[in-house]
């Protein structure tokens, strides 16, 4: 399986913000919603969005770094045997949309088999059917039988707003078993987080699996995300960007006033405080609204008045560029 390293693109030692910005770029050129006829894509964006999920938990790498972990975030078992369950406590699972089916494993692992296999006989004592069996990791010389498995996981991808996202609304799903629950974004929250909820998994013997719910944060028609910041492109009337003007806005927690500066050129950035998206540690981004004039075509006066207007000619607006 190919290393969570070269899935994103990135060097073993990159640091946080290396893998966040590599992961940010392919999710966008794999996105589905761009590549609706290229499955591969659709394939390719739940690889990454899996990789970055892992690498992204601060104790999940560290644990992938040492070998701890494999690639799903399993334990790897000892002599290399990986962290697959036994008992009947994992399987495939389908999910909402691309990336929502995984492999789960169940935690009650029995390595006794391969142990008898390598040794020949029970460290516990005496050989024969049923004799010494042994539970999971580090249950190597216990008498007893395995300890119960729990259910299987259940993957889902949820589908968010993209105000929803800024904006940490609750968001109502529907399980499997037709239970509907709304459920509370986290901090951070961003295309290819995954919210476990306990205990709403498959039944099992040592009782219920979770749900793994991945979101999917939706583009917006104007809206568009920069790191933690949202930004907007804000028609103005001509009369409004040279006498200055106040001006309502659109942000994701509701239309707000906004003042368009004096001779406002377009290309000026306006920002909002703390109208972007939760940071992990709760604090929010900015919306940056920049100004764009809004020119009617075909207006006879408005050309005539430019015409005769004594500032015509006057400026070169491009002299910076060296022409």
């Not at 003042?259 to 406002?264: D, E, L, M, N, Q």
């Amino acid at each position: 399986m190919a290393d969570l390293y070269s899935k994103l693109g990135v060097k073993r030692g990159a640091d946080e913000a290396e893998i966040k910005k590599a992961y940010r770029k392919l999710a966008k050129e794999l996105h589905p919603d761009r590549n609706q006829d290229n499955p591969k894509a659709a394939e390719r964006f739940a690889e990454v969005t899996s990789a970055y999920d892992l690498l992204s938990d601060r104790d999940k790498r560290a644990q992938y770094d040492r070998g701890e972990i494999d690639e799903q975030g399993n334990p790897r078992g000892p002599f290399g045997f990986g962290g697959r369950g036994g008992g009947g406590g994992g399987g495939f699972h389908p999910g909402a949309g691309p990336g929502g089916a995984n492999f789960e494993f169940g935690e009650g692992s029995d390595f006794g088999d391969i142990f008898e296999g390598i040794f020949g006989r029970s460290r516990g004592g005496g050989a024969g059917p049923g004799a010494g069996r042994r539970g999971g990791f580090g249950g190597f010389g216990t008498q007893g039988g395995s300890r119960p498995v729990k259910g299987a996981d259940v993957s889902y991808r949820l589908a968010v707003p993209f105000e929803d996202a800024a904006a940490l609304k609750p968001q109502r799903i529907t399980l499997a078993n037709g239970k509907t629950i709304d459920v509370k974004l986290p901090n951070g929250v961003e295309t290819g987080t995954q919210m476990r909820l306990a205990g709403q998994g498959e039944e099992g013997p040592g009782g219920k699996g979770d749900a793994i719910v991945t979101v999917d944060v939706r583009p917006h028609r104007f809206f568009r995300r920069d790191e933690d910041d949202v930004r907007l492109d804000l028609p103005v009337a001509i009369d409004e960007a040279v006498t200055g003007a106040k001006v309502k806005v659109p942000t994701v927690d509701g239309a707000v006033m906004l003042a368009v500066p004096k001779g406002a050129s377009s290309g000026k950035t306006l920002r909002l405080k703390g109208k972007g998206f939760h940071r992990k540690d709760g604090s929010r981004g900015d919306q940056l609204v920049t100004v764009m004039i809004d020119i009617p075509a075909g207006d006879a006066e408005l050309e005539a008045f430019v015409e005769t207007w004594p500032g015509k000619g006057q400026r070169n607006p491009r002299a910076n560029l060296g022409v």
